[in-house]
């Protein structure tokens, strides 16, 4: 199985600041044959399911707003909130599905500072 | 517009096997490149995939959970599946179903999700 780790595991931010998380797998997520990263990220809110964020590592969809973007290659991602919200406050996933089984990152947890 | 939504029983005792079925609309799992997937999320805990079935019925599951999962679909009753076997209380979680996208490779729309306790 491809592991996934994220830091922090807590990352408090002031309204309007930077919020920045990081992503780590242990294979690379890149497809050379598409060169595309195998690599999303969600939010999750209190008693929600999880929301798809981004994809292909840095590929937004369809109605997250610009301030969510992601970035990296290979085995090392981030995800950058360039202004946080209020409303952002959330855990964030990573998910590799590159190979099944898909796996994880075990969440970064974005609160108000 | 797409939605899942899963169903099945709240409580289930120890030793039981539990039975979901994901009933979902706005796609057909028979298109090229379509899945439905399985993941779960213990109490306060990260999310955990289990199982995946795709258009062509190809199936994958969590080496882990791979003995005690089967998954199937109904594409004439836009359905899938999941049994597990042999139930425990580490399993309590809440579970969802997810479409896997045919464009994107992974699941792009969610369940609202389906609390399962598991106790005697």
């Known amino acids: 199985d491809i592991v996934m780790t994220q830091s922090p595991d807590s990352l408090p931010v002031s309204l309007g600041e930077r919020a920045t998380i990081h992503c780590k797998s242990s294979?690379?997520?890149?497809?050379?044959?598409?060169?595309?990263?195998?690599l999303a990220w969600y939010q999750q809110k209190p008693g929600q399911s999880p929301k798809l964020l981004i994809y292909?590592?840095?590929t937004r969809e369809s109605g997250v707003p610009d301030r969510f973007s992601g970035s990296g290659s290979g085995t090392d991602f981030t995800l950058t909130i360039s202004s946080l919200q209020a409303e952002d406050v959330a855990i964030y996933y990573c998910?590799?599905?590159?190979?099944?089984?898909?796996?994880f990152g075990p969440g970064t947890k974005v609160e108000i500072k | 517009q797409i939605t899942l939504k899963e169903s099945g029983p709240t409580v289930v005792k120890p030793t039981q096997t539990l039975t979901l079925t994901c009933t979902f609309s706005?796609?057909?799992?028979?298109?090229?490149?379509?899945?439905v997937a399985w993941i779960r999320q213990p109490p306060g805990k990260a999310l955990e995939w289990l199982a995946l079935?795709?258009?062509?019925?190809?199936?994958r599951y969590s080496p882990s959970l791979r003995r005690r999962l089967t998954i199937t679909k109904d594409s004439s009753k836009n359905q899938v599946v999941l049994t597990m076997t042999n139930m425990d209380p580490v399993d309590t979680a809440t579970y969802f179903c997810?479409?896997?996208?045919?464009?994107?490779?992974?699941?792009?729309?969610w369940g609202h999700g389906t609390m399962v306790i598991v106790s005697s």
């Open positions: 997810a479409r896997r996208s045919p464009m994107i490779y992974t699941s792009d729309i």
């Open positions: 706005g796609f057909s799992i028979s298109a090229p490149g379509v899945g």
């Open positions: 079935i795709y258009w062509d019925d190809d199936k």
């Open positions: 294979q690379s997520v890149l497809y050379n044959s598409n060169h595309k990263n195998y």
């Open positions: 292909w590592a840095s």
């Open positions: 998910q590799q599905y590159s190979t099944t089984p898909w796996t």
